[in-house]
């Protein structure tokens, strides 16, 4: 497994307790049950860590594919409440480094391609 790999495997880990401590411990809803909510926002991630779990190659696109929402979802309640700015936040980074390290591995290897080729006349 490579580094980045590795490095996507740590942010599914982190996006996954992020969630549940977010919605049922750290900042739970006031009008529903707080393990509902936990689980509801941990289902995206849910397909990634089960996959990580079993060591499945694809973990860090299906994990990358939930940090799609999971960004979207920190920017927005970044920009609309306050009271969970440092954790929205930290939602926003977790994401875009999960998406970062599970392309990484293909975009080095493509241009890495590009280089060892001789240049077109």
């Known amino acids: ?57 694809r973990a860090g696109f299906w994990g990358a594919l939930a940090a799609l929402l999971y960004f979207s979802h920190g920017v927005m309640a970044a920009w609309v409440s306050p009271e969970v700015r440092a954790l929205a936040l930290a939602q926003v980074a977790l994401s875009a480094l999960l998406v970062v390290a599970a392309s990484w591995d293909g975009v080095r290897a493509r241009f890495a391609r590009r280089r060892a080729a001789p240049p077109a006349v």
Do not use: D, E, T
Request: net charge positive.
């Open 1 to 57: 497994m490579s580094p980045a790999a590795r490095l996507a495997g740590a942010a599914i880990l982190a996006l996954f307790a992020l969630q549940l401590a977010w919605h049922g411990w750290l900042a739970p809803p006031a009008r529903s049950a707080p393990w509902a909510m936990a689980l509801f926002f941990a289902l995206p991630i849910l397909p990634a860590f089960v996959l990580l779990l079993l060591r499945h190659r």
